[in-house]
């Protein structure tokens, strides 16, 4: 008897640790394209998906991806995403794109993390200088210098960045394993929230004079709003 109570409880405690450590489950039908009319809708995954029978082909698709985005910016680089945003058929399929272009040497698509979505991403132009850094405690740095036809992996929520090292424009295209991965960029977060973060607690994490954070954050915080 004993021998049985055992092998339940380890089946209860397989079964729960499975659901603990289980992702978003899988679609249970062909699609659920979002619609933000709330009349008539099913609310799955963050959207409000359409009825099948009213689906049609525009649902599934975007043109617009060989424009060349505007790297005229502070950081010379522009994202120009394809996510559930612009193409509602995504919704619950667990996937989507970008395109990214960056100016010249110094183009930068500064560091930042997508909290949902591990991310692969393709050189098609251009040298890019790559990164990602690892969690805590070891702060492991990985690079690698690519080219036209290198491909690199980003890990699920790590920071990591690209950066134009060559002298004529770089374009790369990358897909993630979310409809809606979501970005944080760091020195826009954590110095141009709003409201601001308390310029003592910033001080004292990045062991900057007060005065520095103040200006970081006027910088920040206008460029942010």
Not at 207 to 225: A, E, T, Y
Request: charged content about 15%.
């Amino acid at each position: 008897m004993k021998g049985v109570q055992f092998l339940v409880a380890f089946v209860l405690l397989a079964l729960a640790s499975k659901l603990v450590s289980a992702s978003d489950p899988s679609p249970l039908q062909d699609f659920c394209v979002a619609i933000n009319d709330t009349k008539d809708g099913v609310f799955v995954n963050g959207k409000f998906c359409k009825d099948p029978k009213l689906a049609k082909a525009e649902d599934f698709y975007l043109s617009g991806l060989n424009i060349p985005g505007n790297t005229s910016n502070q950081v010379g680089s522009m994202v120009t995403p394809a996510n559930v945003q612009q193409i509602p058929g995504l919704n619950t399929l667990g996937i989507s794109l970008v395109r990214i272009d960056y100016a010249p040497y110094g183009g930068l698509n500064p560091p930042h993390t997508h909290p949902r979505a591990t991310e692969i991403l393709v050189v098609v132009e251009g040298t890019l200088y790559v990164g990602f850094v690892t969690s805590n405690m070891d702060n492991r740095l990985f690079t690698k210098v690519l080219h036209p036809g290198d491909v690199f992996v980003f890990p699920e929520g790590l920071i990591h960045f690209q950066f134009n090292i060559g002298h004529t424009n770089a374009v790369a295209f990358a897909a993630l394993s979310s409809q809606n991965p979501g970005v944080i960029t760091i020195a826009n977060a954590v110095f141009g929230s709003d409201p601001a973060i308390n310029p003592d607690v910033l001080a004292k994490a990045f062991q900057l004079d007060k005065n520095i954070v103040n200006q970081l954050q006027s910088r920040f915080w206008w460029d942010n709003n």
